[in-house]
């Protein structure tokens, strides 16, 4: 499609359970960000990806949260034994080199 | 650690009156700044962004002003309509790097 494209669009899952989220960029986009936003809240950043450069995980929660980015396109955001606090929704974007960044519809997470 | 905010959390205009959304930013160093739209359930919109050599651009009826000595960034939307009431981001990217910083969020309300 011609939009960045996340899967699933909700989830509700029990605390404790692993979940994955899934993003595909816009086709040609070398950068990808993760970002999360809480109820009522800003955007939350959670990692970027540029290209075969290391990725910036410096916004990543703990050690339950990792992502990765195969062949530089698809990513997946991966949370280990969720917490309630967990709840949000998940958001990525992609970007080319000109910088405007844009978004997909984002991922609810629930955690029960 | 470096923050965006945003003088006023909600906005309520009358349609057709002018809009002004306001933002403080941290970070001398920030080189570029845009402007976010998102309605409910919805990823975020880019709608118009500046660079810090800048002090004004004009979209379609937006306006994004940026006073470096101050530290602040503006978007203004003419003749306010219906299907301007979404939350409204700003966000600044620090020195060159694709990370995006984003404040807490203004909500723009439209009454007919």
């Known amino acids: 499609g011609a939009g960045v494209s996340q899967s699933p669009s909700n989830k509700v899952t029990e605390k404790g359970k692993d979940v994955e989220l899934r993003c595909d960029p816009i086709s040609g986009h070398t950068a990808l960000y993760w970002y999360r936003q809480s109820l009522g809240q800003g955007l939350e950043f959670l990692i970027y990806f540029q290209g075969n450069s290391a990725p910036d995980k410096s916004g990543l929660p703990s050690d339950r949260f990792s992502a990765e980015r195969t062949g530089g396109s698809v990513s997946t955001l991966t949370i280990q034994r969720t917490q309630q606090e967990d709840s949000a929704v998940y958001l990525c974007?992609?970007?080319?080199?000109?910088?405007?960044?844009?978004f997909g519809e984002g991922s609810r997470l629930t955690v029960l | 650690g470096e923050s965006v905010g945003l003088h006023l959390p909600t906005l309520s205009v009358q349609e057709g009156d002018n809009s002004i959304i306001n933002c403080a930013y941290s970070n001398s160093a920030s080189d570029y700044f845009i402007w976010y739209k998102q309605e409910s359930g919805k990823g975020p919109q880019f709608i118009i962004d500046i660079r810090s050599n800048m002090d004004k651009r004009q979209g379609q009826r937006v306006t994004v002003l940026l006073n470096k000595t101050v530290k602040h960034l503006s978007l203004q939307i003419a003749a306010t309509q219906p299907g301007d009431s979404a939350v409204y981001f700003c966000a600044e990217r620090v020195g060159g790097y694709n990370k995006l910083i984003f404040g807490a969020g203004t909500r723009l309300a439209v009454h007919p």
């Open positions: 974007a992609s970007s080319s080199v000109t910088g405007e960044l844009f």
